[in-house]
């Protein structure tokens, strides 16, 4: 019985749940031009993120666009995906089948923080549970050059 228990969970939680942060490969979609307003395509929930070109690595998560920017938070948790961004910046962005080459860029200032993280509420409903700008790792994705 604890068995059919414990698989019907995992079906319902991989199926039910969109914001897992389930692992994959590369992503495919339509190649489109990076948004002058981020709003329509930050707009999901949950989007996906590749990273490591050489070997691609896609994770789904958060998001929030504030104009011409989208900045994708990852708390104080040195991931896999973060490692990856420190290594080399190239990700995309899949967003409601529309993929974005992005480069990702490592916000260092509070300030800058501090107004993703109003967003972010507004999006989300809370806060980031860290919000200290030396002990976090939040990126500002932008167009790469």
């Not at 897992?20 to 990076?34: C, H, M, Q, S």
């Not at 990856?84 to 409601?96: F, G, N, T």
């Not at 089948?97 to 972010?120: I, P, W």
């Amino acid at each position: 019985m604890f068995r059919i228990f414990t698989l019907v969970s995992l079906l319902v939680l991989t199926t039910a749940c969109d914001y897992l942060p389930t692992i994959g490969g590369k992503l495919v979609g339509e190649a489109t031009p990076v948004p002058a307003d981020w709003k329509v395509a930050a707009s999901p929930s949950v989007i996906k993120l590749e990273t490591n070109p050489s070997e691609p690595y896609s994770v789904k998560l958060w998001i929030v666009g504030m104009g011409p920017v989208a900045y994708n938070h990852a708390g104080a948790n040195l991931t896999t995906w973060v490692e990856h961004i420190e290594a080399d910046p190239r990700v995309k962005i899949l967003s409601e089948g529309k993929l974005y080459e992005l480069k990702a860029e490592r916000v260092t200032s509070q300030e800058e923080f501090d107004r993703m993280a109003e967003v972010y509420d507004a999006k989300y409903g809370n806060r980031p549970r860290n919000e200290d700008i030396e002990e976090i790792y939040l990126y500002r994705l932008v167009a790469r050059d």
